[in-house]
């Protein structure tokens, strides 16, 4: 069975950086597209940033785009997801998610889900 742990969330000031960490057990990460999608109280859950399967390459919300990067550690099986010139407006629980595709992933329609990590910055 495959799980995927979270971890690395917290409080940050505005502007500052963070790193969340997401490790795959029970399969490969090489076999999955994979990404993050987070929810703000209130919310919908909404697409962040994803890396292709393939070729890893990368896509990212409006939002994020420029500040926020996803990499893979294919030998630790781990995908990471460093946020920097963080904004109020990023604070969420942040999931990690496995799928078939990068575009499967931005309409949530994911494979396997991580359990959350809560990521807060102050104003």
């Known amino acids: 069975q495959v799980h995927l742990v979270e971890s690395g969330g917290g409080l940050v000031q505005a502007g500052g950086s963070l790193r969340l960490s997401c490790v795959m057990t029970g399969g490969t990460i090489n076999n999955y597209a994979m990404g993050w999608l987070r929810q703000a109280p209130g919310q919908e859950r909404e697409f962040v940033i994803g890396s292709s399967r393939s070729l890893g390459l990368t896509f990212a919300a409006d939002a994020v785009e420029g500040r926020f990067t996803i990499s893979r550690d294919n030998a630790g099986n781990t995908v990471y997801l460093q946020m920097n010139k963080l904004k109020s407006e990023d604070t969420a629980i942040y999931y990690c998610?496995?799928?078939?595709?990068?575009?499967?992933?931005?309409?949530?329609?994911?494979?396997?889900w991580g359990q959350g990590t809560q990521v807060t910055v102050s104003s």
């Open positions: 998610a496995s799928a078939v595709s990068v575009s499967s992933m931005k309409t949530s329609n994911v494979a396997y």
